[in-house]
């Protein structure tokens, strides 16, 4: 069998699991690697904790989540809301994409009402393309990407449009029970309501699947609508 590495970059410590925890625990469940890259913990906006106690916190839910999903966790020193897009957070990125080399990459989708969110899908754009380049000398060598999507995230919903679909029943009880690591999601921290939205959003999803749930992903401009029962089309578990 193929092994396949899948990597998810969100802006805030929580993003990457409500995003791609799903295919995630899809592809660790059937002996692949994963890794979740937090670009910032999303250390504000705690009813009652400081902005550096809640890092911490975040940080240990992160890993926390990232363990019960069979994946490693990177967390960058950024701070929440103030996220630069710059080279040096690019090419940092594009260093963790070259030393983990995945062959599947997973981010935000730029229409979005959050600037960190925004800011994750232009990083993430150009460490991919940084990190193909072999023109580019680094510590490791040059890694491609190849297969490559955005995912859903209700802040990011504007001209997001779903073509490619899969099946994730086999793990959807994995993962509602990883990601309640987080506190965020249990509605103590934010009124929105995280977990009945994304286990909507799985339901809504399988009438175009044709399964129990499924997560919906957007390819880069060109490509076709697409489902997989077993896994993302070219990268079938």
Not at 23 to 41: D, I, M, R
Not at 188 to 215: E, H, I, P, W
Request: hydrophobic share 40%; glycine share 8%.
């Amino acid at each position: 069998m193929q092994k396949h590495r899948i990597m998810v970059v969100g802006a805030h410590a929580g993003d990457a699991e409500i995003m791609g925890g799903l295919l995630v625990a899809k592809y660790t469940q059937a002996g692949h690697q994963a890794t979740f890259v937090h670009l910032t913990p999303g250390e504000k906006g705690h009813k009652t904790l400081s902005s550096e106690a809640y890092a911490r916190q975040k940080e240990r839910e992160a890993q926390e989540v990232a363990k019960a999903l069979g994946a490693e966790c990177i967390m960058l020193p950024y701070k929440d809301a103030e996220l630069p897009v710059n080279d040096e957070v690019k090419y940092r990125l594009c260093d963790i994409i070259r030393k983990a080399k995945p062959d599947i990459l997973i981010t935000h989708w730029k229409g979005s009402m959050h600037k960190d969110h925004e800011a994750a899908h232009y990083i993430t754009e150009d460490a991919r393309f940084y990190a193909a380049l072999p023109a580019i000398q680094r510590s490791e060598p040059a890694h491609g990407a190849w297969g490559y999507w955005y995912a859903e995230n209700w802040e990011d919903p504007y001209g997001f449009e779903v073509d490619t679909y899969v099946d994730v029943t086999d793990v959807f009880d994995l993962w509602v029970e990883a990601v309640q690591h987080y506190e965020l999601f249990g509605g103590q921290v934010s009124d929105f309501r995280y977990m009945d939205y994304y286990k909507s959003l799985a339901v809504m999803r399988v009438c175009l699947a044709g399964c129990r749930y499924a997560v919906g992903l957007m390819s880069p401009r060109g490509a076709l609508v697409r489902k997989s029962k077993a896994g993302l089309p070219g990268f079938e578990l």
